[in-house]
Structure formats: C-alpha cells, structure tokens
C-alpha cells in the first residue's frame, strides 16, 4: 500500500496540494480526475519521487519512503515503479530496444542478456517485435505509445504510473491498454492513472478528485 500523509506542494506562491491524504492499496487501480492543471501530474511525479513535496509523509507498506534522500529515492523509484508519462519521454535516436532497455542501465536487478530476453517477449506480446531494431523517430504514435508501456513494465515494478494513457486512443487501442491495467492490478500490482477521460472510470477501485487542494474520494 502507497500512503501519502498531509502532503503539501506549492510551486513558489502557488498552492497545488495543502495537507492532503492519498492511499492506493495493492491490486487496485486507482483514478486522478479533473481538469487540466489541478495537479495529477505533480502527484504523480511526488509518488515517482521526480518532485518533492514541501511537507507531509510518504509511506509504502508501512515503511516511510525518505524522498528527500536522493539515493534512497532513487533506488524505490528504479526497484519499484513503472512509469508511464504523458509525453513517453522516448528517445528519439535510440532504437525501440533501446529505449525499452533504459530502465535496465540504472537497475542491478537483471543483467543484459535477461533484459534484452524480457524486452524482446513483452515486445511480441505487444506486436513491436519487428520494429525492435527502428530508431522511434520512424515509427507511429501507438507504436510509441507501446513502446512507453513496455519500457515501464520491463522490471516487473510494483507500482505502475499512467499519466492521460488513454488520450486519443481509438476503441480497440483503449479496450487493449485497459485490459492490460486490469491484469496488472489482477497481479496484485497498484495501477495508478491519471486521467480526465471519462471512459476510464469503470475500471477504477478508487477514484480521487481535488477539491480546494484536497484529494476526495469519491
Ligand atoms: N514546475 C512548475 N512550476 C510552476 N508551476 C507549475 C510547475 N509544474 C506545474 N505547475 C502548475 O501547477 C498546477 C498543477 O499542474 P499539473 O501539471 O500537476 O496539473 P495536471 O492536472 O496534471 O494538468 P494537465 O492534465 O494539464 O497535465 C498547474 O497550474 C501548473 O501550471
């Protein structure tokens, strides 16, 4: 289980969260809702330690995450997040294995041979095998898309982060990518999405919003 406890972030003078509370507890999928700018990212971000907060707690199975430790941090980042961002954040001259690998250079957790073994099976179940060797700059938006979920789930994380997955996707692709967050959470992972797109809210467990710097439950 994720627990935030009375987070408070403030970009200079602006409020984004002021003493909020957020839980995620594991095999669920929990939705971030609202309107463009009401901080889903910035929560994201704090929970994937890529912001700090100003005040407040973070705990993961009952153990406090030291966020402002960077080496700590770093190391649950890399052990136990998956990250999928809104932009993909892919590199464009790198191939699509290579940019599945990524994770892989920063994390002891498996050696070349096992991660180039994982990237190429997660690539044939995600139909990108024969693109393995195509620089991202050639290849399509879905394809990318792909690319950024693989390379999230390349070392098995525990908790998996989606920031607007859905966005522009046709019925088939969205169907695809749901189906997917309902198996992970099915593996006991947490699944946690941001997202303004309505059609996702059926498969949420939780689901929050932000009310005056809050997040509801609802
Ligand atoms: N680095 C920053 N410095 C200053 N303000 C920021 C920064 N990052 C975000 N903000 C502001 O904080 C607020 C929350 O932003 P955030 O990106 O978390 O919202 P969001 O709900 O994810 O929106 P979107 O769906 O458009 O990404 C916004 O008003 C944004 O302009």
Request: hydrophobic share 40%; no cysteine.
């Given at each position: 289980?994720?627990?935030?406890?009375?987070?408070?972030?403030?970009y200079k003078?602006?409020k984004?969260?002021l003493?909020?509370?957020?839980?995620?507890?594991?095999?669920?999928?929990?939705?971030?809702?609202?309107?463009?700018?009401?901080?889903?990212?910035?929560?994201?971000?704090?929970?994937?330690?890529?912001?700090?907060?100003?005040?407040?707690?973070?705990?993961?199975?009952?153990?406090?995450?030291l966020?402002k430790?960077?080496?700590?941090?770093?190391?649950?980042?890399?052990?136990?997040?998956?990250?999928?961002?809104q932009?993909?954040?892919?590199?464009?001259d790198?191939?699509?294995?290579?940019?599945?690998?990524?994770?892989?250079?920063?994390?002891?957790?498996?050696d070349?041979?096992?991660?180039?073994?994982?990237a190429?099976?997660?690539?044939?179940?995600?139909d990108l095998?024969?693109i393995?060797?195509?620089?991202?700059?050639?290849i399509?938006?879905?394809?990318?898309q792909?690319?950024a979920?693989?390379?999230?789930?390349?070392l098995?994380?525990?908790i998996?982060?989606?920031?607007?997955?859905?966005?522009?996707?046709?019925?088939?692709?969205?169907?695809?990518?749901?189906?997917?967050?309902?198996?992970?959470?099915?593996?006991?992972?947490?699944?946690?999405?941001?997202?303004?797109?309505?059609?996702?809210?059926?498969i949420?467990?939780?689901?929050?919003?932000?009310?005056?710097?809050?997040?509801?439950?609802?």
């Amino acid at each position: 289980m994720i627990e935030l406890k009375r987070i408070q972030k403030l970009y200079k003078e602006k409020k984004v969260f002021l003493s909020t509370n957020f839980k995620a507890e594991s095999g669920e999928i929990v939705v971030l809702t609202g309107k463009s700018g009401i901080g889903k990212t910035t929560l994201l971000d704090m929970i994937a330690g890529i912001k700090q907060f100003d005040e407040g707690e973070y705990f993961y199975q009952g153990q406090m995450i030291l966020t402002k430790n960077d080496s700590q941090m770093s190391k649950f980042r890399n052990d136990k997040i998956g990250y999928i961002l809104q932009d993909f954040a892919l590199i464009d001259d790198y191939t699509v294995l290579e940019n599945i690998l990524l994770p892989s250079f920063y994390n002891e957790k498996m050696d070349k041979s096992q991660a180039e073994n994982k990237a190429k099976s997660l690539a044939e179940r995600f139909d990108l095998r024969e693109i393995l060797d195509k620089k991202v700059k050639n290849i399509s938006g879905g394809q990318k898309q792909r690319v950024a979920i693989i390379r999230s789930l390349l070392l098995d994380p525990k908790i998996i982060l989606a920031d607007e997955p859905t966005t522009n996707l046709d019925a088939d692709n969205f169907s695809f990518i749901v189906e997917l967050f309902k198996k992970l959470s099915k593996q006991g992972k947490i699944v946690i999405i941001a997202s303004h797109d309505e059609r996702i809210w059926a498969i949420a467990d939780r689901k929050y919003s932000v009310e005056n710097y809050k997040l509801v439950e609802n």
